[in-house]
């Protein structure tokens, strides 16, 4: 527990935030169970009221279950713009306060405190943001305080609802013990199925298995679930700001003003980098467009969009920018698309669709990429015909040519 001993980090949770936003919107909405997601019986449900989660219901079961086990549950379709609006809200008043934080989901933050006890005292620190946002906003906060992520995101979980819970560094171990494994962050379905046939149950029995036992059963992995169940967690709180962008560029053969070639290159570099945003698990929501024209002269515009790794947004907001940004119709030597203000998260906005085959679409996507390469399937507006390939090339073989001509000449007049 050394390497936690100077650390104090606090992680905040927006409760039930979709219900909670729906319920800024509609009062009614109040102490009854609410169910967000799809309208659809195909759909699943996006989140659900504790008052839904008292008959059964949870975050991603199919709706016809949903509706089976709780009749009476009130189901709204989504509005990612809205639930994105104040979880920037949120995002914004901690910015303006934290001296270091990192936007962990949608509604998730994590603050590192550490060293603010000489100062102020990161217990009240912690209660004085907690209770500005709540005032600002309206929204339920839940939040955990202690010596690492892990430890602070399970007692942000345990003083759910509208809670706040401080575990100190020498109550760790005994705060852990009793909890079920299923609290600790790392640990899914399977893994919690995996541990359970062993026996395993509590984060007690967890931490006392040795080491080497756990790293030959599941790897490198059981070593990283073995250390969070003994309250080790040297993860550091990413600075949000730092988060890293996702983009791409493409620089074109030949310089062009073909507005086809244009969207054509745009939805490919939009399929490739929404690919990787998936793989990584990750959401945008902001985009932005760079154009560089033959004299380099270069020009961006962004974007703030709801949350999304959706190829089908992000290729329509893009072609929107585009159109907005390519207004001196002078030739285009190079284009650039990046995605920013990234968030971990699960592709939640899925669940408000009311057509489910899209989604599932987009999974069988992604694992024909996985298997056979980024490549493996393409939108068809983004792939070259045959026809655009053997022109391309003869246009690649023409330039050549010139070039080779040109290059001849200035050799002649050289040593003539």
């Avoid at 790897?219 to 550091?236: L, V």
Wanted: aromatic share 8%.
């Amino acid at each position: 527990m050394d390497s936690n001993a100077e650390r104090s980090v606090l992680h905040l949770d927006l409760d039930t935030f979709f219900v909670s936003v729906e319920r800024l919107r509609n009062s009614r909405l109040n102490g009854k169970p609410v169910i967000i997601g799809s309208l659809s019986d195909r759909g699943v449900v996006a989140s659900c009221s504790y008052e839904a989660r008292q008959y059964g219901v949870s975050s991603a079961m199919p709706m016809k279950l949903a509706r089976n086990l709780c009749p009476d549950a009130i189901i709204i379709r989504g509005d990612m713009e809205l639930y994105s609006k104040y979880s920037n809200i949120v995002t914004e008043i901690i910015a303006e306060r934290a001296p270091v934080y990192e936007k962990a989901s949608i509604d998730e933050h994590y603050v590192d405190l550490t060293g603010m006890d000489r100062f102020f005292g990161c217990s009240r620190w912690a209660h004085e943001l907690r209770k500005y946002i709540v005032k600002e906003t309206g929204l339920p906060v839940s939040t955990g305080l202690s010596v690492n992520k892990t430890v602070s995101k399970i007692a942000a979980g345990e003083a759910k609802p509208n809670g706040e819970l401080e575990v100190a560094k020498e109550t760790v171990l005994p705060f852990l013990d009793p909890l079920s494994i299923k609290k600790i962050p790392m640990i899914g379905p399977k893994t919690y199925h995996v541990l359970r046939s062993m026996g395993i149950s509590t984060i007690l029995t967890l931490r006392n298995i040795p080491p080497e036992m756990i790293e030959r059963l599941m790897g490198k992995n059981g070593i990283e679930i073995w250390k969070r169940a003994n309250g080790i967690d040297p993860t550091p709180v990413i600075s949000y700001s730092e988060q890293k962008s996702i983009s791409t560029e493409h620089t074109f053969d030949k310089d062009t003003t073909d507005f086809k070639i244009l969207n054509q290159t745009l939805v490919s570099m939009i399929e490739k980098i929404a690919y990787e945003l998936r793989k990584q698990e990750k959401l945008t929501s902001c985009i932005a467009l760079k154009i560089r024209y033959s004299n380099f002269d270069t020009h961006t515009l962004q974007k703030r969009i709801p949350y999304t790794a959706f190829d089908h947004i992000l290729i329509d907001t893009a072609k929107e920018l585009l159109e907005k940004l390519y207004q001196r119709r002078m030739l285009i030597r190079l284009i650039g698309v990046r995605f920013s203000h990234l968030v971990r998260g699960v592709q939640q906005l899925n669940m408000f669709d009311d057509t489910p085959e899209k989604v599932n679409l987009y999974m069988a996507i992604d694992r024909l990429k996985r298997r056979f390469g980024r490549y493996a399937v393409q939108r068809a507006t983004g792939v070259l015909t045959l026809r655009e390939k053997e022109e391309k090339t003869l246009k690649k073989v023409e330039y050549a040519v010139a070039e080779n001509k040109l290059m001849e000449e200035k050799l002649k007049r050289y040593y003539w």
